[in-house]
């Protein structure tokens, strides 16, 4: 069965680095989409960006566009989501997900809670 | 880009049917049948529902279904059960090659 096993919760300081992971254990993950969506305290869902790995297309969000990278590495089958530089406003879950462009996405790990502290 | 449209809450009684609309634009919803939807329990990851307006994934209960109109997308839930009191997002291709979320509506089962 196919899994997302996403990285354990963070506890950063404004102004730190970060890059969480999702490691995917299905047949294929060169051609499917890998997502990775923002959830806020008691607000909704939103895209961040996504990649294939494949051929590391990768997509942003305008409201994201410069603000996170995200990067995979088909070898070991793991996406990643990376911060230069954390804002108290980046505290929230993390989701990754798999699946298609066209917002098809099938599997979803476990989320990342991510917490930065000013 | 704005988020898709949906109503911040619905309410319905077990038993009955309930229907979350989804609207955009002729740039995504309007644009695509690449609407999906996703259950979210408090606490939990979100799960797909419903695919390309109208499919259902394997597992997913035949009491959900979805469908399209113009630049609006609808979620109907019949025969409700205290088990789909959840959040419910819709999300749709867009012309930025880019999926887009709606806000998300509140569903309580009274």
């Known amino acids: 069965e196919v899994q997302l096993v996403q990285s354990g919760a963070e506890v950063k300081k404004s102004g730190e680095s970060l890059k969480i992971s999702c490691k995917d254990s299905g047949y294929t993950f060169t051609n499917i989409w890998i997502g990775w969506v923002r959830q806020m305290p008691g607000k909704g869902l939103e895209w961040m960006g996504i990649i294939y790995p494949g051929d590391s297309d990768t997509r942003y969000s305008l409201s994201f566009q410069g603000q996170v990278t995200i990067s995979a590495d088909k070898s070991i089958r793991t996406a990643y989501l990376q911060w230069s530089s954390l804002k108290a406003s980046d505290s929230a879950m993390y989701y990754c997900?798999?699946?298609?462009?066209?917002?098809?996405?099938?599997?979803w790990g476990q989320g990342t809670l991510v917490t930065v502290s000013s | 880009q704005s988020a898709l449209t949906q109503p911040a809450s619905v309410s319905g009684s077990p038993g009955q049917s309930i229907t979350i609309s989804c609207t955009g634009t002729s740039s995504d919803v309007g644009a695509y049948n690449y609407v999906s939807w996703y259950q979210q329990h408090p606490g939990k990851a979100p799960k797909l529902i419903i695919y390309?307006?109208?499919n259902r994934p394997s597992g997913v209960s035949n009491r959900f279904s979805g469908s399209k109109s113009g630049n609006t997308a609808s979620l109907t839930i019949s025969g409700l059960q205290a088990e789909d009191e959840a959040d419910y997002y819709c999300t749709s291709y867009t012309s930025r090659s880019f999926p887009l979320f709606g806000g998300g509506t509140k569903l309580t089962v009274l």
């Open positions: 997900a798999r699946g298609h462009i066209y917002g098809r996405f099938d599997y």
């Open positions: 390309e307006v109208s």
